[in-house]
């Protein structure tokens, strides 16, 4: 008897517990514990970020006061040519970086420069601020050059035509370039000495600075005012030859 009531025993503490009852495992959030403070931390956050988001719109527009507005660059510019250069020193060979570039802006001024520099854009840099300061202004007329010319600089010689309007721009290579920068659109020209782009380039700069300044004729209705007010004048200032007659009877 003792023997069953122990088994009995053994088997009732190995039954597993009430179903209804749960124990929930794992952290206590702090909003089941009390709903009052998670409430308060929310808003505590919200507030923050508005009033931080404030505070960095005033820092921003603080540095903005003291900032100048930027200058946006009046001239367009485009790469030439790019070369790798090397200069013989005691302690062996030195590379550097030849850029030619040309700037303008398409309404008659136009230039070109050469740089170096151990990097690609301080080369272009270089070039780009020596163009600007010798800048020159081409003589057009209806989108055209004024006069056909000739120009020879070195080893290379371009001849320029002017063209009709709607005939574009023909030309290749840096010469192209360099006309469409200067504000030229219609233009026939061809290079008959070498194909070195940099020597183009400069003879073409040449070409464009020797042109002379045409001024544009009056429009026909000027001239006829013009031819109108020249009669005018031509019969007040002739003499009247009615006295003269009255004494040769």
């Known amino acids: 008897m003792g023997d069953e009531k122990r088994i009995e025993n053994k088997r009732e503490s190995q039954k597993p517990a009430d179903k209804s009852v749960e124990i929930k495992s794992g952290p206590v959030k702090p909003a089941e514990v009390d709903n009052g403070a998670g409430d308060k931390g929310a808003a505590q956050a919200v507030a923050k970020s508005v009033y931080g988001e404030k505070s960095k719109e005033r820092r921003m527009a603080r540095k903005d006061r003291g900032r100048r507005p930027e200058r946006k660059d009046e001239f367009e510019q485009r790469v030439l040519d790019l070369a790798r250069v090397t200069r013989v020193m005691a302690g062996g060979k030195r590379m550097s970086f030849r850029a030619t570039v040309a700037i303008g802006d398409k309404k008659g001024k136009v230039s070109i420069a050469l740089g170096k520099g151990s990097d690609v854009t301080i080369a272009i840099t270089k070039a780009v601020n020596k163009a600007k300061k010798n800048m020159i202004t081409v003589s057009t007329v209806n989108d055209t050059i004024s006069h056909e010319i000739f120009q020879k600089y070195g080893a290379a010689k371009v001849l320029f035509k002017p063209a009709k309007k709607g005939k574009g721009v023909i030309a290749g290579g840096v010469v192209r370039t360099i006309l469409e920068l200067a504000g030229i659109h219609n233009v026939t020209s061809k290079i008959l000495g070498t194909s070195n782009k940099v020597s183009n380039a400069k003879c073409t700069i040449e070409a464009l600075r020797n042109l002379k300044k045409v001024e544009v004729k009056n429009s026909k209705v000027g001239d006829k005012k ?16 009615d006295h003269l007659k009255g004494d040769n009877k």
Do not use: D, L, R, Y
């Open 226 to 241: 013009k031819g109108e007010e020249k009669s005018k004048i031509s019969k007040t200032s002739q003499p009247s030859v």
